[in-house]
């Protein structure tokens, strides 16, 4: 069955990075387009990044362009997201997903937490 | 890139129907259709019950339904059940400048 594993969320202070991980299983993860999605504590969802299948193109939100750069390795199945000059607004879960249709997440992970905070 | 408008509560009894709008603009919800909902419980991670305005993935029950007119799309659960109680959310994808757009979220309350 597909399986997404976000890893890498801590604690950080603010200016710092950080970089997660999200290792994917159970469907060809070179013929799919991925995105991040993160929720502050207690808010919505809120779209991060997206990457194309074969990692040719990407898009970020205005609040991370310039911050925040999502790759991936398909040799890996893995997604990244880079994470640079954190702040305290970044403070969520983040989530990756599979897109299987312009924005249509079809599969989530269980999410790992990032806390930017001195 | 403005988040989509969902009421952030609704409510019903078991048995009865209810519907969740989410209004986006011509650059969004009305220019493709490639609206999404998702349920959410808390402390877990999203689970699509709705792609493309009407499609429901395979293994979400007939009693969640889905439509769009111009610039507002709606979802409708019907036979409301104890278990639906949950957070909904609503995307879109948008041309204009290829991203996704997420709504507020709708808490949905079963009575």
């Known amino acids: 069955q597909v399986q997404l594993v976000e890893s890498g969320g801590g604690v950080v202070q603010p200016g710092r990075s950080l970089r997660l991980s999200c290792a994917a299983s159970?469907?060809?993860?070179?013929?799919?387009?991925m995105m991040w999605v993160r929720q502050a504590p207690g808010k919505g969802l809120e779209w991060v990044a997206l990457?194309?299948?074969?990692?040719?193109?990407?898009n970020y939100a205005d609040s991370v362009r310039g911050r925040f750069t999502i790759s991936r390795d398909n040799s890996k199945n893995t997604l990244y997201l880079q994470m640079n000059s954190l702040r305290a607004e970044d403070t969520a879960v983040y989530f990756c997903?599979?897109?299987?249709?312009?924005?249509?997440?079809?599969?989530w992970g269980q999410g790992t937490l990032i806390t930017v905070s001195s | 890139q403005s988040a989509l408008t969902q009421p952030p509560s609704a409510s019903g009894s078991p048995g009865q129907s209810v519907t969740i709008s989410c209004t986006g603009t011509?650059?969004?919800?009305?220019?493709?259709?490639?609206v999404s909902w998702y349920r959410q419980y808390p402390g877990k991670a999203p689970k699509l019950m709705i792609y493309?305005?009407?499609k429901r993935p395979s293994g979400v029950p007939g009693r969640f339904s889905a439509s769009k007119s111009g610039n507002t799309a709606s979802l409708t659960v019907s036979g409301l059940q104890a278990e639906d109680e949950a957070d909904y959310y609503c995307?879109?994808?948008?041309?204009?400048?290829?991203?996704?757009?997420f709504g507020g979220g709708t808490k949905l309350t079963v009575l």
């Open positions: 995307s879109s994808y948008s041309g204009s400048n290829n991203h996704v757009v």
């Open positions: 011509s650059s969004d919800v009305g220019g493709y259709n490639y």
């Open positions: 493309e305005v009407t």
């Open positions: 159970g469907f060809i993860f070179s013929r799919h387009g």
């Open positions: 990457i194309w299948f074969d990692g040719s193109k990407e």
């Open positions: 997903a599979r897109d299987v249709s312009y924005g249509s997440l079809e599969s």
